[in-house]
């Protein structure tokens, strides 16, 4: 069974930082690629970026302007999402999904809010 777990969020000010986590399975995260996407309040579900299963590729969405990071542990088979420089428009549900998506129930990610 596929299951991705998504952690880390929480509360953060502003033009701080966040680092979100995106655990599974040793042979999901070294089959796939895996994709980070968020979905703010009223908003559709958008891409934030993708690393390859090698880790040879990483791609981001243009929008998010260079201030995510994707990396991996594959000690701890889990994918990282840094988030810098965050802004209130960063306020969103956080999700992980392979690429292409296997990940049918996308469960209920993990919430970042920004405030002051």
């Known amino acids: 069974q596929l299951q991705l777990v998504e952690s880390g969020g929480g509360l953060v000010q502003p033009g701080g930082s966040l680092r979100l986590s995106c655990t599974a399975s040793?042979?999901?995260?070294?089959?796939?690629?895996i994709a980070w996407f968020r979905q703010a309040p009223g908003k559709e579900r958008e891409g934030i970026g993708c690393i390859s299963s090698n880790d040879r590729f990483t791609y981001y969405h243009d929008s998010m302007k260079g201030r995510f990071t994707i990396s991996r542990d594959r000690a701890k088979n889990t994918i990282y999402l840094q988030m810098n420089k965050v802004t209130p428009e960063d306020t969103a549900v956080y999700y992980c999904?392979?690429?292409?998506?296997?990940?049918?129930?996308w469960g209920q990610g993990t919430q970042v809010t920004v405030f002051s």
């Open positions: 040793s042979a999901t995260l070294r089959s796939y690629p």
């Open positions: 999904n392979t690429n292409p998506a296997m990940r049918r129930d």
